[in-house]
């Protein structure tokens, strides 16, 4: 099994859902787009990810506003509103009889191409729209036994030519870090912004604690978790020092502790980085307190709907 923030435990009623593509349900086996779609041929493509808690799509809104926001930032114009999204989406999860433990990737591509070309003009279709629903938990191993780095030598990009911040289908110099990573014998990678500091892991938000504060890089170069937004405001609610800086790898590798934030593990402690021990190399008091409180902000949002 892979080692990582996103090793889910194994669950056969994967192999009989229902996917949704442009509003008709497909078999898993069955679903499958054109070879002429534009997130196939060119990367030209806009996606989200939720998580299914006891009848409850998790931090909704949050999720939905970032589409919308990626979809405005490639220019692609959504011909439905959040509202017929949602409704797409629970179609999907109630057509599976989903409740609770599901995560919900929902894709929009620019559309089908009358020719392979980056050219959007030549795009005659509508946004292609998929949504894959899956049960899938958490492996708690990688929570307890914590998760390794490497710092990679693939930096985040600058705003300036693909923001670090855009949900996007083009993740190919993530998927380059991550490589480097597993190859040095490691979990996921931790990536550098152009300037040197830390910003990053490949698919997850990275913090490091020091003293009892909480540190994470400024956000410019870096994906706009949602997790990672609640994590900072939790930790401001619960009076624990935190700060969005510049900081180098200086202060990692003397930090008490670290971990990653992502949509499908919440809080993942890390252990080591690029061989050096973080802390005393396993799950620390304050993460475990962020996760703790994260968890019991997820159950408050349950138990009001």
């Known amino acids: ?3 990582g923030t996103h090793n889910a435990l194994e669950d056969s009623r994967n192999s009989d859902i229902l996917i949704s593509i442009n509003d008709k349900l497909y078999p898993r086996k069955e679903a499958k787009i054109s070879v002429f779609d534009s997130g196939y041929l060119v990367g030209d493509g806009v996606w989200e990810a939720f998580r299914l808690h006891s009848g409850v799509l998790i931090f909704l809104s949050d999720h939905l506003s970032r589409l919308w926001q990626s979809a405005a930032t490639v220019g692609m114009k959504l011909p439905f509103t959040k509202e017929e999204l949602t409704s797409k989406i629970w179609h999907t999860l109630k057509a599976n009889d989903m409740s609770d433990g599901v995560h919900v990737r929902v894709m929009v591509t620019r559309g089908i191409k009358k020719t392979p070309s980056q050219d959007p003009r030549l795009t005659i279709s509508g946004p292609n729209v998929v949504i894959i629903p899956e049960y899938k938990t958490a492996s708690m191993t990688s929570k307890d036994k914590g998760i390794s780095l490497f710092t990679s030598t693939i930096r985040r990009g600058s705003p300036d030519y693909l923001d670090p911040r855009l949900n996007c289908h083009s ?3 993530e998927v380059q870090a991550l490589i480097q990573a597993i190859e040095a014998g490691a979990d996921e990678a931790l990536m550098l912004d ?3 500091f830390v910003a990053t892991c490949n698919a997850t938000n990275f913090f490091i604690v020091k003293n009892n504060e909480v540190w994470t890089s400024t956000g410019k170069y870096c994906m706009n978790g949602i997790t990672r937004g609640k994590v900072i405001d939790l930790c401001k609610a619960n009076g624990i020092s935190c700060y969005e800086k510049d900081f ?3 202060d990692v590798y003397g930090a008490d502790e670290a971990f990653v ?3 499908f593990g919440g809080l993942t402690p890390v252990i080591k980085i690029d061989g050096k021990t973080i802390g005393e190399g396993k799950y620390g008091d304050m993460t475990r307190r962020l ?4 968890e019991a ?3 408050k949002i349950i138990l009001n709907e």
């Open 194 to 196: 152009i300037h040197g």
């Open 261 to 263: 934030t992502g949509t």
């Open 297 to 299: 902000l997820i159950e």
């Open 1 to 3: 099994m892979v080692h």
């Open 171 to 173: 993740k190919l110099h």
């Open 248 to 250: 180098s790898l200086f």
């Open 291 to 294: 996760s703790k409180i994260y």
